[in-house]
């Protein structure tokens, strides 16, 4: 295994999910606010020192987009609590189809590898939108928490999630599909 910066910051952002829990569970919209962006913000900045001063490892392919994951899925299934938070609380079935998304493409990835050998299934253009949409809506829904006016633009926001995350679920076994035909 190999500690460098990189994989270190994504272990940050780890470790940032229980306090972004706390953050949550104790009202502090803000605090929470502040640490889903601290979390975004190391996302970002483990992504470019891997890649400026060539500190790519194996252990960072694999733990940058876990602590991704791990934050994104924590949010929405926090988010989904009703009482639990001030603002848009995220229906329930819209953390269902987030967090069966990356299921499916965990176990995807994992078959392919053990049929097929594929080592390498990177995330398609639509993906990287859900993603992004993603996170954008978890900014709005807190957000919501302590604008009431964004309330609207929450839950507009978490709708679009729902068929971005379906449409880049069906990409994904497409994709998955034709990566087998191919091989």
Partial sequence: MSFN????????????????????LDGDTRGA????????ITDALD??????????????????????????????VVLAIPNL????????WVSALVITRDVVIVVMALLLHLASGVTRFPPSPVSKVNTGFQVGTVILVLL??????????????????????????IDYILRANRTTVNR
Wanted: glycine share 8%; aromatic share 12%.
């Fill in 33 to 40: 606010l502040w640490i889903f962006a601290i979390a975004g």
């Fill in 5 to 24: 910066v990189p994989n270190l910051i994504s272990l940050l952002r780890m470790a940032l999910v229980p306090v972004f829990v706390i953050a949550v």
């Fill in 85 to 92: 938070h001030a603002g848009y609380v995220i229906p329930a």
């Fill in 47 to 76: 992504g470019f020192i891997a890649r400026f001063w060539k500190q790519q490892t194996a252990l960072g392919a694999y733990l940058d987009p876990a602590a991704d994951k791990l934050l994104l899925v924590t949010s929405y």
């Fill in 144 to 169: 919501s928490g302590v604008e009431e006016r964004l309330t609207a633009v929450a839950m507009f926001a978490t709708f679009g999630v729902a068929l971005l995350t379906v449409a880049s679920g």
